[in-house]
């Protein structure tokens, strides 16, 4: 048993490091976040390049091939680099869905040119009710076309087609279809935009395995764990440098140990994150009975933890925590977008509730 | 990554299993919830027949008795002890600490003398650190020894001693240079608890039980040959033995801990709340989710810090947390237990109305020093902030 990096997975994860640290330093970060769509072409066609755009695709549709953990380890750095743009929502998200729920035609069509980096997909769940219960979606196909809202899409608007989670099917539309409309949602974390997407008799192409919908949906969960697990150590790294230069008293903050604790906590909340995370990526992998577990025990931990972090970071830098010029709130941030996005703590201990202690009726009355 | 285990792994993990199977004692039940002053031949007597299987110490060298097993397999042997609820071995403290400490600082003599009896449970050993003026900062501690021709004559006081009414033996830290700075005029000793001078007295704690003691030493002559290590290189030697304390022992808790949110999910389904089971109640739903999510990622965080010291020897950061983990979990997890349980909770075994025969109200007691003993939170989270993150040193 060994649950460390192999050598070719540490070796991916300094790359995928080095490559933000060069290709998406803040001051890019903080320039995408303030354009319209937070996407860059010229970044985007660095990352085709590095092969990370079909990371975990398979090869016959230009994929790398890669397993999941691999995937766990690239959201982990582009997280704590904060990366911008619609990576997430087309490559996890968007492509997940495909490669789990396309057919091979399908697959061919829309998967292969978001591996090549050439095409752009997103998917979108959401409705009014804003409920992550699928059961509770309301849209539907009538006769190939779908008709109603979709909101808390996100990056949308850099999408070539949209992939709609309804309640008869998961179906795909060109972005610009007829009767298609996108607009803006004003969210809190501006490295990655929200849209509404409007449908009226817009023609949709329904995919032919739809019974690969929640394995698609906890491999994007699980990403976006990870994701959120390089946020954090982001902030603690940016935080224990803060304690250990910043004096008062006459001393660096990080000598009194009410600040040291504070550092501690966001040390055992990051570390117990990175374990569930990297684990829920490895049972997916595998294919482990508890899999789905796993995937909502990474993002019930992390949502509150990423969250918790954020908080610490900012108290130890007092004042300075609140300034815009400070890179912890664009990551607190980011914390609060992700955190609800799947569902939050409290939407996954309810899941992990409906496996663990509903399943566990019988044996109680033996108890 | 590859959290399957390995073909030696399996292997090791399906030969115990079997020796267990036929060993396993079948009374055990019958022992179990006993006084350890009654309970104790019994446990000796198992430490024994797990000897006799090689089982009682598989960390150690195959030379000196042991399977030499990786941390992987002694965290299997922790589980799988867990798994069908053995009994604790009566030498507890010797197996895991001390013996190990004399195979690495001991003279070809003291190991010849002592670990064969560690393992047989001949000898009993106990542990003499903590002083009432010496917990978190135990460098500062009291007890002398000081030399008078081939003996060292000890005084003082220790407490917190685990076994200290049975100890054969005891690994005692004194100063033997009061002139240097503190964790320099440090040596342990070997000493012998039947000598004359030295009193053993019972500690009673808030469970009602009594299992430290405090050790009194008046002017105890201790051989000179019964120094462990080098003479003032005791913190060093401390410390080595301290180390063992956070080692694959804890594999075991998970399971521990598992039985109890388990045994909780179960009570949950015939409690009623607001006329309806616990187990429907959102709230208590919400807590037995993060409570059995929690228990996971311990065993995770376990399994990250031992596959962290097989590939480098050295424990990877995430082993600093693993106490403050389990000890925080624990009680969370017990108070938890109590609002379940409502007025019930605090039933003792010797009610007839208790839950489970008293184990919620004992437990709620119990890990309340959980994060005191071994190290407390607040020295963890120090040990975290300057030897993990690199901040500067608060004392």
Not at chain 1, 61 to 81: H, N, P, S, T
Not at chain 2, 113 to 125: H, Q, T
Not at chain 2, 342 to 366: E, F, K, N
Request: glycine share 8%; hydrophobic share 40%.
């Amino acid at each position: 048993m060994q649950f460390g990096l192999s050598d070719s997975q540490q070796l991916l994860k300094d790359n995928a490091r080095k490559f933000f640290a060069a290709e998406c330093p803040m001051a890019q970060v903080r320039r995408l976040m303030e354009t319209d769509t937070a996407y860059d072409a010229a970044l985007w066609s660095k990352m085709a390049e590095q092969g990370f755009t079909g990371i975990i695709f398979p090869e016959e549709y230009d994929g790398a091939g890669l397993g999941k953990v691999e995937l766990i380890l690239l959201m982990e750095e582009m997280g704590r680099a904060l990366v911008p743009g619609p990576f997430f929502s087309s490559v996890v998200l968007a492509g997940a869905l495909l490669d789990a729920t396309g057919s091979p035609e399908q697959k061919k069509k829309y998967l292969a040119p978001v591996c090549r980096g050439e095409a752009r997909s997103t998917a979108a769940i959401l409705e009014a009710g804003a409920n992550w219960d699928l059961a509770s979606l309301q849209i539907s196909a009538s006769k190939g076309k779908l008709t109603g809202e979709k909101l808390f899409v996100p990056d949308a608007a850099v999408a070539d087609s949209i992939i709609v989670i309804a309640r008869d099917g998961v179906f795909i539309v060109d972005a610009d279809a007829p009767g298609i409309e996108i607009t803006p949602m004003t969210g809190m974390d501006f490295t990655r935009k929200l849209y509404a997407v409007q449908f009226a008799g817009t023609p949709a192409e329904k995919l032919g395995a739809p019974s690969g919908l929640a394995k698609a949906l906890d491999i994007a969960t699980a990403a976006l764990s990870a994701e959120m697990v390089g946020g954090m150590q982001r902030t603690l790294e940016i935080t224990v440098e803060y304690a250990k230069t910043r004096k008062q008293f006459g001393k660096p903050i990080g000598v009194f140990q009410a600040v040291q604790h504070q550092c501690a906590d966001m040390y055992l909340e990051t570390e117990s994150s990175r374990s569930a995370a990297y684990y829920a990526g490895w049972a997916l992998e595998e294919h482990a009975p508890d899999a789905a577990v796993a995937v909502s025990i990474a993002k019930m931990y992390a949502s509150d933890a990423c969250r918790t972090v954020g908080n610490r970071g900012i108290q130890v830098h007092g004042g300075m925590g609140f300034t815009w010029e400070n890179d912890l709130h664009l990551y607190y941030r980011r914390a609060k977008a992700s955190e609800t996005m799947f569902g939050d703590a409290t939407f996954h201990r309810e899941r992990i509730a409906r496996f663990t202690v509903d399943s566990a009726t019988s044996s109680a009355k033996s108890a | 990554m590859d959290l399957n285990l390995t073909k030696d792994e399996l292997q090791f993990r399906d030969e115990l299993r079997a020796w267990l199977a036929a060993n396993m004692p079948r009374d055990w039940n019958d022992w179990r919830e006993k006084p350890l002053e009654e309970s104790f031949p019994y446990l000796r007597a198992w430490q024994r027949k797990l000897q006799e299987g090689r089982w009682a110490a598989v960390s150690w060298p195959k030379e000196y008795g042991g399977r030499s097993a990786t941390l992987m397999e002694q965290a299997i042997f922790w589980e799988e002890m867990a798994r069908v609820e053995a009994p604790p071995m009566a030498n507890s403290l010797g197996l895991g600490l001390i013996g190990p400490t004399i195979i690495a600082y001991g003279t070809e003599e003291q190991k010849k003398r002592y670990v064969p009896k560690i393992l047989s449970a001949e000898e009993i050993w106990c542990q003499g650190f903590s002083e009432p003026n010496a917990g978190s900062d135990l460098a500062s501690l009291q007890t002398e020894a000081r030399l008078d021709g081939d003996a060292y004559i000890v005084n003082g006081q220790k407490v917190w001693t685990s076994y200290g009414w049975v100890g054969d033996w005891c690994e005692l830290v004194v100063r033997t240079d009061p002139n240097v700075p503190k964790h320099k005029g440090l040596t342990v000793l070997l000493v012998d608890m039947k000598a004359h001078g030295v009193d053993v007295r019972p500690l009673r704690q808030m469970t009602g039980e009594s299992e430290f003691n405090e050790i009194f030493f008046r002017d105890v002559r201790v051989p000179a040959a019964n120094v462990l290590g080098k003479v003032n290189d005791g913190w060093n030697v401390a410390i080595s033995t301290l180390a063992h304390e956070r080692g694959a022992y804890g594999a075991r808790l998970h399971l521990l801990f598992k039985r109890n949110i388990d045994r909780l999910i179960a009570l949950a389904h015939t409690i009623q709340h607001n006329g309806k089971p616990a187990a429907q109640d959102p709230l208590i739903r919400q807590k037995l989710a993060q409570y059995y999510a929690e228990i996971e990622i311990m065993r995770l965080n376990q399994m990250r810090a031992f596959s962290r010291i097989t590939a480098t020897g050295v424990p990877g950061p995430e082993g600093s947390i693993l106490k403050i983990f389990w000890s925080e979990l624990n009680q969370r997890i017990q108070q938890f237990a109590q609002e379940l349980l409502g007025p019930y909770g605090q039933l003792l075994g010797t009610d007839s109305r208790a839950v489970d025969h008293g184990i919620w109200s004992y437990g709620y007691l119990r890990t309340r020093g959980n994060t005191i003993e071994a190290g407390t939170s607040e020295i963890q989270r120090n040990i975290i902030g300057h030897f993990v993150l690199g901040l500067p040193r608060s004392y």
